[in-house]
Every structure is written in C-alpha cells, then in structure tokens.
T-cell receptor
C-alpha cells in the first residue's frame, strides 16, 4: 500500500503557481520524499526529492514540514505542458522499489 | 540526465505468442532494474526487481514463469511475456537504478512499451 495520500485532482491556471500537497504521516526517519510525474502514455519523470530541508531545482520546489508528515510540491509558473499525474513517493537513499499511489491529476488550463 | 530506453515502444501480437521487451540504460550502468505494469487509468504496479547476474525477485501475484526477466548485463534487462493473452495487454515500464555520490541512488524510467494482445 502507498504510504502517501494526495488529492485526486487539481486545476491550475497557466502562469500561476501550482501547489501540490502530499500527506505522509507515517514517514520514518530515514525516508526521503520523492516526486515524479507522468505525462499521458509516457514513463514517469523524476522531479525532485528531499529529506527534511526544503529543496529547489530547475523544475520545482519541495517544501517539507518540520515534523515531516506532509510536503508540498510547487511548480512556480505552471505551463500547459505541466499537465500530468504527479506522484509523491517515500523511499530510502537506496531507492529500491517504488510504491506508486494514485497520484494527483494536475490540469493546467489557459 | 541519464537515459533509459525501451524497445519496442509498442507491439501488437496474437494471443498465444511471446513478446520480448528490452530495457537499456544508455549512458550509465544499472545495478538494479525494475519492471512495472500500468493498466488504463491506474497507477504503476511493480512486477519484479532485477539485479544483474541473478534471478529476478517477483512481487506477490506476478507469475515468474509467464513474465521471464533476464538481466544479462549492467545496461540491459529484458522482459518476455510468454503465451500472451488479451488480459496481458498493458503499458510496461522499466526503470534503472544507479549510484550517485554521497551514498544516494537515483532511479530513471524508460518511456514504456504498449502491448496489445489480440
């Protein structure tokens, strides 16, 4: 069973920030939070991951709460091409197998 | 970033035939590769974990004699769907894991293979 919960779907206007929440209340001390996305009929694409500090890269920012029980993926300026299913996954430094939940369907509209 | 390829990208076959899907890590060596299956409107389901030179580890409910996995080198893993039937029609995705610095690994996914069994 997936150890994270995400909203089923979200909408965002093009050019605005998309904030995707994820709850992981049972996260253990050595587990990282990973975010992937899957555009229709493609393989998942890595976005970002973090342990406890906030992280930022060229694609997104990851905000992890102090108690690590939830996190938010932020796409600062969403475009139509960001429309995809976004998966929040827990894993260790050695990934091992990833358990995908249902993810959040993000729809970016003009 | 690292690239993982899959071949073929889509295949249509008759019921009862076998289909081989290749997964290659193009610019890195993968200690471990994973095979996933995804049915329409569903999430990815892990089928098996494959380590180079050893037998694959299958998830519960996945028939190892039906889904044959070979990981002969650090850059190639193959999944063979034997005696395919229409219920095996699905999107098959592989991923390859490699070591980064600092004790961390990273996993890269292939583009997927769409299998349709008539």
């Amino acid at each position: 069973d997936a150890k994270t919960t995400q909203p089923t779907s979200m909408d965002c206007a093009e050019g605005r920030a998309a904030n995707l929440p994820c709850n992981h209340s049972t996260i253990s001390g050595n587990e990282y939070v990973y975010w992937y996305r899957q555009i229709h009929s493609q393989g998942p694409q890595y976005i970002i991951h973090g342990l406890k500090n906030n992280e930022t890269n060229e694609m997104a920012s990851l905000i992890i709460t102090e108690d690590r029980k939830s996190s938010t993926l932020i796409l600062p300026h969403a475009t139509l091409r960001d429309t995809a299913v976004y998966y929040c996954i827990l894993g260790g430094t050695s990934y091992g197998k990833l358990t995908f939940g249902q993810g959040t369907i993000l729809t970016v509209h003009p | 970033g690292a690239v993982v390829s899959q071949h073929p990208s889509r295949v249509i076959c008759k019921s009862g035939t076998s289909v081989k899907i290749e997964c290659r890590s193009l610019d890195f060596q993968a200690t471990t590769m994973f095979w996933y299956r995804q049915f329409p409107k569903q999430s990815l389901m892990l089928m098996a974990t494959s380590n180079e030179g050893s037998k694959a580890t299958y998830e519960q409910g996945v028939e190892k004699d039906k889904f044959l996995i070979n990981h002969a080198s650090l850059t190639l893993s193959t999944l063979t769907v034997t005696s395919a039937h229409p219920e095996d029609s699905s999107f098959y995705i592989c991923s390859a894991e490699t070591f980064l610095g600092g004790g961390q690994n990273e996993q890269f996914f292939g583009p997927g293979t769409r299998l349709t069994v008539l």
